[in-house]
């Protein structure tokens, strides 16, 4: 690098750096939660559906993608993303009681969970697009449906 | 004078219910207990809570209250758990208004910034006979706006608080908090120094100094006031001179022309200032002519035209000449606009993208608050992730979702918001300059698209003189006067209309001259003759009361002073404190806090006339000190009400209190705890009928009351005047009365009657309104 003679030293100061708000802890979890609320009948949910609603909410492209597939019994293809982030979120809800790991490998709610999903049900301001988005999705993504969509893989990939 | 009259904390516990209730309405009112932990303390922090100052306690809503209004009660060496509190307070302002503030802590569905206030005492409250307003605290606006309590609050006590400078460089109200650190002295902190509670986090500059000038009303306050005011009008002015020099800049503008040697921000102006001002038009591309000489030059082509041949014979050559260089310029015009055009485009791509960058930014502002408004949801705020600890190892973590590996700084949601608030503007200000941009550039086109018609209307008259007969009248040079007239006319009107603007400049300058003389002849000194004398009475009074209460550490009271700086006692220039000995800060702390009271009253200032100290015989003081305390009291001439908590250890303490006029005190002697179940709450069947010839009516059943510290007669009262108003019908005149009987029931169960006589007056525009009403019980 060219550096001037009469410069005599260049310092640099670390300034912490901007997250996005969907990488903060507490906003995947309450996404996940409202996952949860919206789509599962308030029952057990599957790492896979976290995802692929996850994603569904991230633009708009995505949900319609998504709603797409749920409107068409026979078109049974979509790509499924994994994000790390979302992993790690499930982590530290389940560390912090807020999931419970079922013996099926699904995932529920804590009494801790509820009660915190009942505040963030209730508060009209919070998460409105998310809201409506996830009512439009409701119960159409069956855990039969995504069983279906991971048995594809196996013929695709193998 | 501000008062409070009544105190009622009610604690709901798993056994029932638990209470305090009592009525201050001494001189001096006593919380008093022979032993510590009985609660004396609990019950003066309710009163801060219910006026929403518990800031003086040091912290927030309901977590500054003692565990026995949050956690549990313990009675009978037992520890009951609390279901939730309420807190009534009646209070009275000067003008004998009476209202009742109730607040809560740890109650389902109730936000305890919530301030329930009523508008009666506690009595009318009981019966549900009051108007209620909700109000808020501890949010922005609470001192400011309308729905505010502090603002309510404010404008009950009669006060007007002033705005007062801060470290933010903006100026803020002198919030409630700050004045009461000078009037309730806290028992924990509030014996360390002199307002030693002040919330500082509110940034204001020298509060101390404030609360004084305030209490004791300086005049240094109305000129720090008037202060004020000429900054708004300066900046009122400043405003005002910069936007009428904006619209001649951009009038001028539009037609190529530039001002000088107006001054764009306020000046004073000389007499004849309008002569140095001057107008110049830019001529081809940058030569500047002083836009009068510009005038002068197009009359004289009009005159060369004039004199030219109108016969388009005697000027053929010339004509074809000029045609071929118009036909160059349009050329170059044609070019230039299209440039131009390219320019625009460019542009406006660059505001449409811009635009949609800040809808990004927009949204990711709203999700990060929402992010911020999930962490502070009342069932999150406890989760170890929300405190950035693992829930797993209690180690610290960053909050983010990206691996915890990475040795980043990262921002926390509110820096993130500040972040994106920054860009926000950023990109605002970018759109701005490009708005801006734009309509330089549509100005340019516009005046370039006139140009280029100009010259294409006279190429066209050039065509058509060439291919005519050489007799007729030349249409090119009709047709260049034609356009250089017009050109003259509009320059001629703008130069006038910025002429006229530019005398009315004197105006403003002469606005600015009169500020800057009332700002000069401001005085310099901070303090008005009237503040001096006011300041050595504090003084005085201090002194005076300091030698009452057997202050020894500073043998010379001459050298005690009041700091013009601080408007705290110095001696010698130095902090008080420093000089004297524990129990001799505290004898400091009484004196001072009285004198504030004594001099307000002198002075008729802003001192409430309410005084709480909370243990004030801190550092054993001594017995007789503290008699001369409560004496100094007692003798003050004005109205005031001091409550004082305090521990009767000893017999001596308890003599002092004993030897006190009985007029002057009142003892709430705590034997037991002061939250302690409502043992004497009682219900029973009062009424069995009453019967009104005057009305025909006859209401019968039973009805029940809960005695609680009314008497029953107040109880058969309060009972009348419920029913008697529900049974009135047919009201035709203003007021109404009459006599009814009453077979009611004493608290045994006997059967006895009494006759009541009643008067009621109605609203004169809406007779479901009662404005008055007034009962007279007759018992045989």
Not at chain 2, 102 to 126: C, E, H, P
């Amino acid at each position: 690098m060219f550096i001037p003679d009469n410069v005599e030293g260049i310092s640099f100061t670390n300034r912490p750096i901007a997250v996005p708000y969907n990488y903060r802890i507490i906003y995947r979890i309450s996404q996940i939660i409202l996952i949860i609320y919206y789509c599962c009948n308030r029952k057990a949910c599957s790492l896979e559906k976290i995802h692929i609603t996850s994603t569904a909410l991230s633009t708009k492209d995505e949900m319609e993608k998504l709603l797409q597939f749920l409107d068409k019994e026979n078109e049974s293809y979509i790509l499924v993303r994994f994000n790390p982030a979302i992993n790690r979120a499930i982590d530290f809800a389940l560390a912090e009681d807020i999931l419970i790991r079922q013996k099926n490998g699904l995932f529920k709610l804590s009494t801790k969970g509820k009660k915190y999903m009942d505040n963030i049900v209730k508060d009209k301001d919070l998460f409105i697009f998310e809201k409506l988005n996830l009512s439009n999705i409701g119960t159409k993504l069956t855990e039969d449906r995504i069983n279906q969509l991971i048995s594809l893989w196996r013929g695709s990939y193998v | 004078m501000f008062r409070v009259n009544r105190l009622r904390i009610t604690v709901n516990t798993a056994a029932g219910e638990f209470g305090f209730d009592e009525k201050f309405d001494k001189r001096i009112n006593f919380i008093a207990s022979y032993e510590n932990t009985k609660g004396k303390s609990s019950c003066i922090e309710a009163i801060y809570y219910c006026l929403g100052l518990e800031e003086l306690i040091g912290g927030k809503k309901e977590k500054t209250l003692k565990p026995v209004f949050r956690k549990s009660v313990e009675y009978q060496q037992e520890e009951i758990a609390v279901l939730e509190s309420n807190f009534y307070l009646e209070i009275q302002n000067k003008n004998l208004e009476i209202i009742t503030v109730y607040r809560t802590a740890n109650k389902q569905n109730f936000d305890s910034s919530l301030v329930t206030v009523f508008f009666g005492d506690m009595n009318k409250l009981d019966r549900g006979i009051v108007r209620s307003e909700d109000m808020y605290l501890h949010s922005k606006g609470s001192a400011t706006s309308n729905k505010g309590f502090h603002m309510y609050l404010e404008r009950f006590l009669g006060w007007e608080l002033p705005e007062v400078p801060t470290y933010d460089g903006i100026d803020r109200k002198l919030y409630l908090q700050i004045v009461f650190a000078g009037i309730f002295i806290e028992q924990k902190r509030g014996w360390a120094d002199l307002f030693a509670t002040l919330p500082t986090y509110l940034k204001i500059k020298e509060p101390q100094k404030r609360i004084v000038e305030f209490i004791i009303g300086l005049d240094s306050l109305t000129n720090e006031k008037l202060r004020q005011d000429h900054k708004t009008s300066e900046m009122e002015l400043k405003s005002g001179w910069t936007k009428s020099y904006n619209n001649i800049v951009n009038t001028l503008k539009k037609v190529r022309c530039k001002i000088y040697g107006l001054p764009n921000s306020p000046t004073i102006l000389d007499e004849n200032y309008h002569d140095k001002v001057s107008i110049f038009r830019t001529h081809n591309s940058d030569e500047e002519v002083p836009l009068s000489e510009y005038i002068l030059e197009l009359n004289k082509n009009i005159e060369n035209i004039n004199r030219k041949e109108v016969k388009v014979g005697d000027n053929i050559e010339d004509l074809q000449e000029e045609l071929l260089s118009l036909n160059e310029k349009i050329s170059d015009l044609q070019k230039e606009v299209y440039d131009k055009n390219n320019e625009l485009v460019y542009e406006k791509g660059s505001v449409q993208s811009l635009i949609h960058s800040l809808e990004i930014i927009n949204k990711d502002i709203l999700n990060n608050k929402d992010t911020l408004k999930l962490k502070k949801l009342g069932s999150s705020e406890e989760w170890l992730i929300n405190k950035n600890l693992c829930p797993t190892c209690h180690q610290k973590i960053h909050d983010s979702l990206l691996p915890q590996d990475i040795h980043y700084e990262f921002m926390s949601i509110d820096e993130n918001i500040n972040h994106l608030d920054a860009q926000k503007k950023m990109m605002e200000f970018a759109i701005k300059s490009h708005k801006l941009n734009i309509s330089n550039i549509e100005d340019t086109i516009n005046w370039l698209e006139k140009k280029l018609m100009n010259f294409r209307s006279i190429a066209h008259s050039i065509n058509n003189d060439i291919y005519c007969n050489d007799e007729n009248l030349s249409e090119t040079v009709i047709r260049k006067k034609l356009s250089l007239e017009i050109e003259i006319d509009l320059l001629d009107e703008i130069e006038k209309d910025c002429k006229k603007d530019i005398i009315a400049f004197k105006e403003l300058s002469n606005q600015w001259r009169d500020l800057i003389a009332k700002k000069k002849k401001f005085p310099d000194e901070e303090f008005t003759a009237n503040d001096r004398v006011m300041i050595k009475k504090l003084r005085d009074y201090f002194t005076l009361n300091l030698q009452d209460f057997g202050y020894s550490s500073i043998v010379d009271k001459s050298t005690i002073q009041i700091s013009d700086i601080k408007l705290l006692p110095t001696t010698e220039g130095f902090d008080m404190k420093f000089d004297s000995s524990a129990s001799d800060n505290i004898r400091a702390i009484w004196a001072y806090t009285l004198a504030l009271m004594q001099v307000s009253n002198k002075f008729s200032g802003n001192h409430p006339n309410l005084l709480i100290f909370d243990e004030p015989d801190q550092q054993s003081i001594i017995a007789n000190d503290m008699k001369n305390f409560f004496q100094t009291i007692v003798s003050f001439e004005f109205d005031c009400q001091v409550i004082i908590g305090i521990t009767m250890k000893d017999e001596e303490t308890r003599k002092i209190i004993s030897d006190l006029d009985e007029d002057d005190y009142r003892l709430i002697l705590l034997e037991d705890k002061a939250i302690h179940p409502r043992k004497n709450a009682k219900r029973w069947d009062v009424m069995k009928k009453i019967n009104d010839p005057n009305d025909d009516a006859e209401v019968q059943g039973i009805l029940q009351a809960e005695i609680y510290e009314n008497t029953p007669e107040e109880i058969y009262r309060f009972m009348v005047e419920d029913i008697v108003d529900t049974y009135i019908e047919n009201v035709t005149s203003n007021s109404i009365q009459g006599t009814c009987t009453i077979e009611a029931l004493d608290e045994e169960g006997d059967d006895f009657t009494f006759d009541a006589r009643y008067e009621i007056e109605f609203d004169s525009e809406d007779e479901n309104v009662i404005t008055n009403i007034e009962i007279n019980l007759i018992f045989d």
